[in-house]
Structures are given as structure tokens and as C-alpha cells.
């Protein structure tokens, strides 16, 4: 029988061999533990939807929290970090992945998720990509005959597919109408006229929960028609001119594409070579020097396209030449303005030569010497007639001598010339009235304000 000693003695030794173990490997024990706790990735920007058009580029982390971590695409495909020279590629850094989207496409949209290790759990985003507003025509300008029908192109792709409106010179159409029609490629516009003409606005929009985005294209269209008389128009049928006068015969007409303009004197071309004619795109003017009433006469002017021929007869009659102006009287002047009077009142009964306005013209007086008297650069006035007025010659230097001189103006043309006179403006003040005057009756009133106030200190005094 073993002794009690001896059982106490060995049942220690158990004690102290498990206490001694247990301190031993509890810190192995929380080692262990510690490597086995699992930590779930984090995503910066942490969205779980993004919307993106194509062509955007777009970077998201992922941070493995001391683990690594390994991203997926849509297709459930890993994105190998080795293959950094494609479009989506993955750069990392200690245990952060970037997944970078240097130019996203529409094949880039879906779930894209981020896994580490030990951790089959997956955080990710949803991409989503839209095809932005693209117009596929470049045409900013169309024409079309009058009387055809007409189609302003507007090819739009985007996705999610663009709503189109359309807008005429800024107001919208009415597709609905008989004249227009939408088309898959355009606005189809029926029977086209020359009021057609003008802009239109073709007008795409975006819409969905999670974006909206409008672009627009306008186009120039050009009705292509024959040449015709305009609604308004500054030249008439019959002219004016006076024997040793000239007279210019204007010929308006408008046309597209622009006409090409031809003079007849008696059945015969005028020859551009013998003749002063000046052509613009809607307006061809004569000179003719009238050295004796021979000139006086019918003329015909032919504008001419393709789609068709406009023939105006202008008759030229020997008129009267009006009377120079009376007289050049400066009525008031200040820094910068003359107020002149020359004479300006009807007299008589209305008459068809009656004077319709005065053509001035200005000149510095240095100018004036340094162009050896010549009146080339002069600046040009040009005035209508009104019975009783005077007239303002603005924009003038201050402290500047001038030149003047004046013609009368009606439908035979030019008198001859009034003056020139001489006139000089103010210099500029500081602050105030350019008038002389005003400045005297200032100072006067100082004056007696001081007097007033030297009055009042000598009565209190005394």
C-alpha cells in the first residue's frame, strides 16, 4: 500500500505540470486565434452603384485590411495585376488593390467585385455605363429647291436611346402637323417655301433614374428659289438724275443660290469693263456720269440663277438738282458736339425734288493741311430732312479745331457744297457742365455765400 505521503506528493507534481502547460501555450493559444479572425475588405469610394458615360475613367481601392486581395470582373474572370496595359488593369500596394478604368466602355458594366484571402465573402459595386448624346451628321448647312420636300438630318445615338425634339428659330414645331414629320434620321418638312428657311434645332435628351443630360445641333437651312424682288427694298423703279450730276441705279434682287447681274442700255449689254457697275450677293449698282440728257432713259437690269431670271426696267429721268444749304451757323458747342443750323425749312408746296437730307462732312483742320487740302478722309454725316431742326455732329475731340461743310441731298443727288467752315469745341472739363456759363454763375454764387456767412460772423461778434 503506498504511503499517503507518496499519493499527495505525485498528485502536486500532476498539478504543477498542467498549470505549467497552460501558461506555456496560452499565448500560442491567442496567436492562433488571432491569426484565424477574419477581416472583410474595404472599398474607397465605398458606393455600390456608379454611373459613368463611356470614355470616363474611374479608380476604386480595395483594402485588404493585412490581408491580400484579389478583384473579379463581371464575368467572374480575375483581373491577372500583370497585365497593366489594358484598358481595366490592377496596380497594387502593400495590401490595397486600385482597379482602374482608364477608358470605361459599355462591355465594363456589371457587378465588379474585390475577395481576400481566407475570406470567400466578396464586396464590390454595381457599373453602370451609358453611351452619351452623339450627333452622327456633321452637316451644319442644308438646301433644298422650293417646292421639294425637305429632310434636316439629325442622326442621335446613346443608350439609353435620346428623346428628340425640334425647334424652328427657337420656337418648337408642331410634329403632329401635316407639314412636318419626324423620321428615324430627321425632320422631314413638306413642300418646302421660302419662309421654310432659317434655323432648326434639333434637340436630344437623356433621361433615367440615375442621370439626365441634354445636347442640341442646329442646322442652316437655305431654300434654293429663283431670283424675286424683296419685300422690302430701298431701290425703285424709277430714278433720278441731273445733267453734269452722276446718278447710281440700284438693282435689288433676292435669289439662292445668289444671282449673277447683267446692265441692257437699248437691247445692249453694258460691258463692266466701260462701265462702273458694282455687284454684291442681292444688289448691283450703275454709275452713270450724265453729260447730256441723252443718259436719261430706260435701263434694264437682269438677275440670273439657275432655278430661273428676274428682269427690272429702271427708268432714269432728268431731274432737278437741289439748292446748297443756306447757310452753316454753329448754334451751340461743347467738348464734344457741334449743334449746327443750315437752314432747314420747307418752303413751297411739296414737290417731288424737295431736299430729303444733308450729307456733312467733318475734318480736323491739321488733317485736313496735312492732306494737302483734300477731303478724302473726312468723316461723313449723313442726315434726314426735318422742317425747323437743327442738326448734332457728335464724337468730336475736345480742344480740336474742325472743318465743315455741307450738301444738300434729294432724288437727282448732291448740290454743291456749303463752306466749309470753321468751328473749334471745348476743352473737357473736370467735373460738371462743359458751358462757360455754368461755371461763372458757380463762382458768382460762391462769392455771395461767402459775403453771407462774413455778414453773419459780424453780427454775432459785435
Known amino acids: 500500500m503506498e504511503p499517503k505521503y507518496s499519493r499527495r506528493h505525485n498528485a502536486l507534481n500532476v498539478y504543477y505540470v498542467y498549470v505549467f502547460w497552460m501558461l506555456f501555450t496560452e499565448p500560442f493559444g491567442m496567436c492562433a486565434s488571432e491569426e484565424k479572425q477574419i477581416y472583410e475588405p474595404k472599398l474607397m469610394p465605398s458606393i455600390n452603384e456608379v454611373v459613368h458615360?463611356?470614355?470616363?475613367?474611374?479608380?476604386?481601392?480595395?483594402?485588404?485590411?493585412?490581408?491580400?486581395?484579389?478583384?473579379?470582373?463581371?464575368?467572374?474572370?480575375?483581373?491577372?495585376?500583370?497585365?497593366?496595359?489594358?484598358?481595366?488593369?490592377?496596380?497594387e500596394k502593400n495590401f490595397e488593390s486600385a482597379l482602374i478604368f482608364a477608358s470605361i466602355t459599355l462591355e465594363d458594366k456589371g457587378n465588379w467585385t474585390c475577395e481576400a484571402e481566407d475570406n470567400p465573402q466578396r464586396i464590390g459595386f454595381n457599373?453602370?455605363?451609358?453611351?452619351?448624346?452623339?450627333?452622327?451628321?456633321?452637316?451644319n448647312v442644308q438646301s433644298v429647291k422650293e417646292?421639294?420636300?425637305?429632310?434636316?438630318?439629325?442622326?442621335?445615338?446613346?443608350?439609353?436611346?435620346?428623346?428628340?425634339?425640334?425647334?424652328?428659330?427657337?420656337?418648337?414645331?408642331?410634329?403632329?402637323?401635316?407639314?412636318?414629320?419626324?423620321?428615324?434620321?430627321?425632320?422631314?418638312?413638306?413642300?418646302?417655301?421660302?419662309?421654310?428657311?432659317?434655323?432648326?434645332?434639333?434637340?436630344?435628351?437623356?433621361?433615367?433614374?440615375?442621370?439626365?443630360?441634354?445636347?442640341?445641333?442646329?442646322?442652316?437651312?437655305?431654300?434654293?428659289?429663283?431670283?424675286?424682288l424683296p419685300v422690302r427694298r430701298e431701290s425703285a423703279d424709277i430714278q433720278y438724275g441731273y445733267v453734269k450730276g452722276s446718278a447710281?441705279?440700284?438693282?435689288?434682287?433676292?435669289?439662292?443660290?445668289?444671282?449673277?447681274?447683267?446692265?441692257?442700255?437699248?437691247?445692249?449689254?453694258?460691258?463692266?469693263?466701260?462701265?462702273?457697275?458694282?455687284s454684291?450677293?442681292?444688289?448691283?449698282?450703275?454709275?452713270?456720269?450724265?453729260?447730256?440728257?441723252?443718259?436719261?432713259?430706260?435701263?434694264?437690269?437682269?438677275?440670273?440663277?439657275?432655278?430661273?431670271?428676274?428682269?427690272?426696267?429702271?427708268?432714269?429721268?432728268?431731274?432737278?438738282?437741289?439748292?446748297?444749304?443756306?447757310?452753316?451757323?454753329?448754334?451751340?458747342?461743347?467738348?464734344?458736339?457741334f449743334d449746327l443750323d443750315v437752314g432747314a425749312k420747307k418752303i413751297g408746296p411739296r414737290d417731288p425734288m424737295d431736299i430729303t437730307g444733308y450729307r456733312f462732312e467733318i475734318v480736323s483742320t491739321e488733317e485736313h493741311r496735312n492732306n494737302g487740302g483734300k477731303w478724302m478722309n473726312a468723316r461723313v454725316v449723313l442726315k434726314d430732312f426735318t422742317d425747323g431742326v437743327t442738326y448734332l455732329i457728335n464724337n468730336?475731340?475736345?480742344?480740336?479745331?474742325?472743318?465743315?461743310?455741307?450738301?444738300?441731298?434729294?432724288?437727282?443727288?448732291?448740290?454743291?457744297?456749303?463752306?466749309?467752315?470753321?468751328?473749334?469745341?471745348?476743352?473737357k472739363a473736370g467735373l460738371g457742365t462743359d458751358n462757360p456759363s455754368m461755371g461763372i454763375r458757380a463762382t458768382s454764387q460762391n462769392i455771395v455765400m461767402n459775403l453771407i456767412h462774413l455778414l453773419i460772423l459780424y453780427i454775432a461778434w459785435n
Request: with cysteine; net charge neutral; proline share 6%.
Open 53 to 91: 458615360f463611356e470614355n470616363d475613367s474611374y479608380i476604386v481601392t480595395c483594402d485588404g485590411v493585412g490581408a491580400r486581395v484579389r478583384w473579379f470582373s463581371p464575368q467572374n474572370t480575375w483581373v491577372d495585376p500583370i497585365n497593366r496595359g489594358t484598358n481595366v488593369h490592377v496596380e
Open 248 to 278: 447710281s441705279l440700284a438693282c435689288e434682287a433676292e435669289a439662292q443660290p445668289p444671282a449673277t447681274f447683267r446692265w441692257y442700255r437699248n437691247n445692249k449689254h453694258l460691258d463692266p469693263e466701260h462701265y462702273q457697275i458694282t
Open 147 to 228: 417646292n421639294d420636300d425637305a429632310v434636316i438630318n439629325c442622326l442621335v445615338t446613346g443608350d439609353p436611346e435620346p428623346t428628340i425634339t425640334y425647334y424652328y428659330n427657337g420656337q418648337p414645331l408642331n410634329i403632329d402637323s401635316k407639314k412636318y414629320r419626324s423620321l428615324a434620321d430627321g425632320l422631314l418638312i413638306k413642300n418646302v417655301s421660302k419662309s421654310d428657311s432659317g434655323e432648326y434645332t434639333c434637340k436630344a435628351f437623356q433621361i433615367s433614374s440615375a442621370l439626365s443630360n441634354v445636347e442640341e445641333k442646329t442646322i442652316r437651312l437655305n431654300i434654293q428659289h429663283k431670283p424675286i
Open 280 to 337: 454684291g450677293e442681292h444688289i448691283s449698282i450703275l454709275q452713270i456720269h450724265l453729260n447730256s440728257s441723252k443718259e436719261f432713259g430706260d435701263y434694264v437690269c437682269e438677275a440670273n440663277n439657275s432655278l430661273g431670271t428676274l428682269k427690272r426696267n429702271i427708268l432714269l429721268i432728268n431731274g432737278t438738282k437741289p439748292n446748297a444749304p443756306l447757310h452753316i451757323t454753329l448754334r451751340g458747342v461743347n467738348s464734344n458736339t
Open 396 to 427: 468730336l475731340s475736345p480742344n480740336t479745331t474742325y472743318l465743315i461743310r455741307v450738301a444738300s441731298k434729294n432724288p437727282a443727288g448732291l448740290s454743291d457744297w456749303m463752306g466749309p467752315k470753321e468751328f473749334r469745341t471745348y476743352e
Open 127 to 139: 457599373m453602370i455605363v451609358y453611351k452619351p448624346i452623339s450627333f452622327l451628321d456633321p452637316q
